[in-house]
């Protein structure tokens, strides 16, 4: 039988994470057991064959600040008081006998999902970037040739009066197949 009793909490965080572009400086930096709090929940997440091939690299300051702009010049990300970098090690990660297909990223997609729940319920806001110059990214943090940089994750209190926009999701009607087509 179905437990429904925790599953409106998991929704509300659910349905409170949003793509946070304004975050406050007004506010103390982020706490290191706050950060490891959010990544601890990635650790937690599902890979293929548990393969686990994720690190996470977080950077702080005004000189990471100008090493995410120069990968991502967008003004607002330049205000988050840390960013993670999620980075992916292909070679550790399981490959589908098939096809070869390479699970690195399904992994941490999932991984940095948790991350993001995990913030919201914290009070922070996060952003998945994954518009970015990749090289520019691993020469300013010097990323080694076995990671591959999967997404930037600004991370921070997101600034007083910059509410979430309003959620624009298809029915769940509409996503639903059963059976077959």
């Known amino acids: 039988m179905p437990n429904f009793e925790s599953y409106p909490a ?3 965080i659910i349905n409170g994470r949003y793509s946070c572009r304004a975050y406050d400086l007004g506010r103390e930096l982020l706490d290191r057991d706050l950060i ?5 929940a990635a650790r937690l997440a599902p890979s293929a064959c548990n393969r686990q ?6 950077v702080e300051g005004p000189e990471a600040t100008e090493k995410i702009y120069q990968a991502y010049p967008r003004d607002w990300a330049r205000n988050a008081q840390a960013y993670i970098i999620a980075l992916a090690e292909p070679d550790k ?13 399904v992994d941490l997609a999932i991984a940095i999902e948790h991350i993001c729940l995990a913030a919201t319920a914290l009070g922070l806001g996060t952003c998945w970037i994954c518009n970015y110059d990749p090289e520019k990214l691993r020469a300013g943090f010097n ?17 007083p009066g910059s509410p979430a926009t309003a959620k624009n999701r298809k029915p769940t009607d509409d996503i639903i197949r059963w059976g077959s087509f």
């Open 93 to 105: 990660a399981w490959h589908r006998p098939e096809d070869g297909k390479d699970h690195s990223d």
């Open 143 to 159: 990323i080694p040739a076995q990671y591959e940089p999967i997404a930037i994750i600004p991370l921070g209190y997101p600034a």
């Open 36 to 40: 490891t709090a959010v990544i601890d």
């Open 10 to 12: 998991l929704l509300n």
């Open 53 to 58: 091939p994720w690190l996470f690299m977080v």
